[in-house]
């Protein structure tokens, strides 16, 4: 039991390897800013087809922007939003560095009254945000005073539920996948909190593998994108047949006001 303990603690360790990953990619010249190597793979938006050139789209949380310069492409407007000025910094010189125009970045708290009028926006991305809240209720009641009705809710939230975070759980230890989530979701969770705050669920789909070996290949992006493309397309095969095991969850809701 000591020894199996000894080398759970061991692999949570590996964490930190992300957070060199992420230092890497600037350092190697694979990107001008730092940024984790998923971000610099080609691959399609997952919630991309859901999207309509009228969209007027609000990006909750959006770190560097990327995924709103992404989804720039294929919406009318884009408000993007960030408590991080220097996060809102960077993400202001990728849009322009992208040629994009359609954004506008503002400082604003997703835990506070959001800066923007009832029913403004069509669709919202709120991904990997609500675990870092330490009120998510309050975040989503403002999700649908400022979605139109039967207006787009993209998710994305961690699972609670991997066989890896059991393991880690079984043993006492402290087992989020991040320092900073105040709460991680199982698939029934993220359905009742979907019913309790009136948002119609369309899907909840897995990501992608979670191991304990991901800060690993994480690590190997921050030298070879191509490699890291091939590990990460193995991930992604994995669970087709252990589904249960997924990071997370990507969810797609609409707003029944």
Known sequence: MIFKRSIIILLQKLQILSAVAIRLT???????????PKHLIKKKLWYREYLSKNDTLLDMGTN??????????????????????KLLGIALQKAKDSKVNNIR???????????????????????????????????????KRVLRPNGKLFLSLPNSETSWKRRQKSEGLFYYSDPDHKREYSKKAIEKLCRKNKFHLIFIE??????????????VGGFSLTIYKYLSEWKKKQIVVKPQDSVGYQIYVTNTK
């Open 26 to 36: 600037k350092i190697t010249g694979k990107s001008k800013y730092p940024v984790h």
């Open 64 to 85: 560097t922007g990327q995924h709103a310069i992404d989804a720039s492409r294929y919406v009318r407007q884009v408000a993007a939003f960030d408590f991080d000025r």
């Open 105 to 143: 970045f503002i400082k604003a708290n997703a835990e506070k009254k959001l800066p923007f009028k009832d029913n403004l926006f069509t669709a919202v991305l709120c991904l990997d945000v609500l675990e870092h809240l330490k009120n998510e209720s309050s975040t989503l009641r403002e999700i």
């Open 206 to 219: 897995p990501v992608t593998l979670d191991t304990p070996l991901a800060p690993i290949i994480d690590l």
